[in-house]
């Protein structure tokens, strides 16, 4: 889902999660594996400071193997538990709950201690839009029990979903807004399709993915599209493309826009393979 803030939702949305972290034990972050950075919200770790920490690296299905490696590593150092992640697979869920329960050890020690048994960590998930954070809640609760999408602005009453006896978990996630003043911050998310394509150019795009994909995955594009990526200007590129897939309009005249889409397309359906587009040592 596209989506657009605007000053008022940002407040109020930070002032429910203020509000909303009160009563948790975990925050537990999704993250877009493709930009672990971008995708994050700047006030998250001072919102979250004194919670326990998770965070998921969201669809590591479609990020580089090598490179999800990397991100868990940083985020790990900086005192994170992190777990990657296919929200819409089962198969980590076991392991998310061992590591929540790693991750609260020390208050079901001191709960234990305090003779108070059988209290449930409480959790709550967040992550600005489209990261996955709806999936990841019905996944994980096994059933539909949390909406897929956002709905901005709609507050109800608190419900807890209890995932087992151990943890539970806030029913609504705490919906962030990225880094919208950082220009590549901007362009990452518009690549991954976070940010309305009405209001992005798709040419540029296509051609800021051209020349990222030229340097960081050489022969990716030649191979999916049969062509020589030792061009010079991405734009040499995205023409080549344009010929190869009939990418034309009346007259003969290459219609680079068609090109363009269809290579930002591939890119975030998966089609040009796994990606990630920005690592921890270039920020
Ligand atoms: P929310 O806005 O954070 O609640 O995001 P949603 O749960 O609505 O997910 C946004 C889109 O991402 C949906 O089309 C999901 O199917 C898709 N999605 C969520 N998690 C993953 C994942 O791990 N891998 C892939 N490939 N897609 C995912």
Redesign the pocket.
Known sequence: ?NFQWYPGHMTKAKRQMQEDIKLIDLVIE?VDARIPLSSRNPDIDELGKNKARLILL?????SDERKNETWASYFKEKGFYVVK????RRNSMKEIQNVILEACKEKIERDRRRGIKNRPVRAMVV?I????????INTFAGKACAK???KPGVTKGKQWIRLNKDVELLDT?GILWPKFDDQMVGLRLALIGSIKDEILNIDELSLELISYLKENYAGTLAARYEVEETVERPVELLEAIAQKRGCVQRGNEIDYSKAAALVVDDFRS?RLGRITLELPEAE
Do not use: E
């Not at 992640?85 to 819409?88: E, G, Q, T």
């Open positions: 889902m999704l969201n669809k590591s299905d479609l992640l296919d929200a819409r992550g839009p489209n990261v996955g954070k709806s999936t990841f897929t999408g956002n996630p998966g």
